[in-house]
């Protein structure tokens, strides 16, 4: 890995929508929860793509078809192609057709997005483990996904057919908080076989390939909630990113992130898309964002100032990552974060 370790977020003199060609967009707990636009989103995404930004939407959710993505984009204002949503069920597709035969029976332990994916790539999906298959997939099926549907990939996995999953995120986001996602589910696996799967989505390679492959982005930036998917990836992918704070991320985790957990960018939502980012600059002993001042103490974090909330944030964090060099902030940035109401 060739990228240096951040040490703060980065500014712009440049709104984001006009400084990069394509924002490659995370849904859940970004665009929509539990099915609902998030506050500002429709507006922001309608502005960044009349001023010429493409815009593609990235999902670890293997769930649901990209048709059916792009159709409940469209009704909540978002007008979206098929084209433009590329989900983990196409990365792991491609990686099983990249070790199979055409034609392969893939036993399928998760939704219709996955089934789709696969038949693309010329894999047969099936129901049993007793149709011979040759793999098994696993993404997420939803909340009423029957229990023996893990038993039913356990029993293949023994036969000694290699395991896939189409990510391993331990949550998602829905509209009445935060429920187990597709990770958990990989976990009940796991513990019955003691076998490992190849993981495609967020953060690993195969999903930045897959979402280049279909995007032809040349200059992307990644919009996400989540520190260890959204922003490992594109800190995998060694692409800019912009964390927005409408999904499972929150000013305390940001600030205890490790180098490739950091963002390059902060904002409270999709609308940070739309402006410039403020510089966060050496400042004495500390770091100056806007109407800020941060510092790291022996055992604390300091701020001063007032203005935005986002600012103070910023000099935070510039703090936190700069006292905790290549690991973990430890610092108590409880009260800091208390003053920003964060």
């Not at 309608?46 to 939407?57: P, V």
């Not at 990365?91 to 997005?113: D, N, T």
Request: charged share 20%; glycine share 12%.
């Amino acid at each position: 890995m060739s990228q240096a370790v951040r040490t703060r977020p980065d500014g712009s003199g440049q709104a984001l929508s006009e400084a990069y060609d394509t924002a490659l967009l995370d849904l859940d707990g970004v665009v929509y929860a539990g099915g609902s636009a998030i506050a500002y989103a429709v507006e922001s995404l309608s502005t960044a793509r009349a001023g010429g930004m493409h815009l593609a939407y990235v999902t670890n959710n293997a769930l649901r078809t990209p048709d059916t993505v792009a159709a409940h984009l469209t009704e909540l204002g978002i007008p979206t192609e098929a084209g433009d949503v590329i989900t983990s069920a196409q990365a792991v597709a491609r990686l099983i057709s990249e070790q199979l035969p055409a034609g392969a029976r893939v036993l399928v332990i998760g939704g219709e997005g996955l089934r789709v994916a696969l038949r693309e790539r010329g894999l047969e999906p099936v129901e049993s483990a007793d149709d011979d298959p040759v793999a098994v997939v696993q993404g997420y099926g939803g909340p009423e996904l029957p229990w023996a549907r893990f038993a039913e990939a356990s029993y293949a996995i023994a036969r000694g057919v290699p395991w896939f999953a189409s990510n391993t995120d331990l949550t998602i986001p829905s509209a009445r908080g935060i429920a187990p996602g597709n990770g958990a589910a990989v976990q009940v696996v796991r513990i019955a076989t003691g076998a490992e799967p190849q993981v495609a989505g967020k953060p690993l390679p195969p999903m930045h390939r897959e979402t280049i492959l279909r995007t032809g982005a040349e200059r992307p930036l990644v919009v996400g909630d989540r520190l260890d998917t959204d922003i490992e990836g594109a800190f995998n992918g060694e692409v800019d990113s912009l964390l927005v704070l409408t999904g499972v991320t929150d000013g305390a985790q940001l600030l205890a992130a490790p180098p490739q957990h950091r963002p390059t960018y902060v904002d409270a939502d999709l609308r940070g898309m739309l402006t410039g980012q403020p510089e966060v600059v050496e400042a004495g002993a500390g770091f100056r964002c806007g109407g800020w001042t941060a510092t790291a103490g022996a055992e604390r974090l300091e701020l001063d100032g007032e203005g935005e909330a986002l600012d103070g944030l910023r000099a935070l964090c510039a703090a936190a990552w700069t006292a905790a060099g290549a690991g973990v902030c430890e610092l108590d940035g409880g009260k800091a974060l208390a003053r920003l109401g964060l």
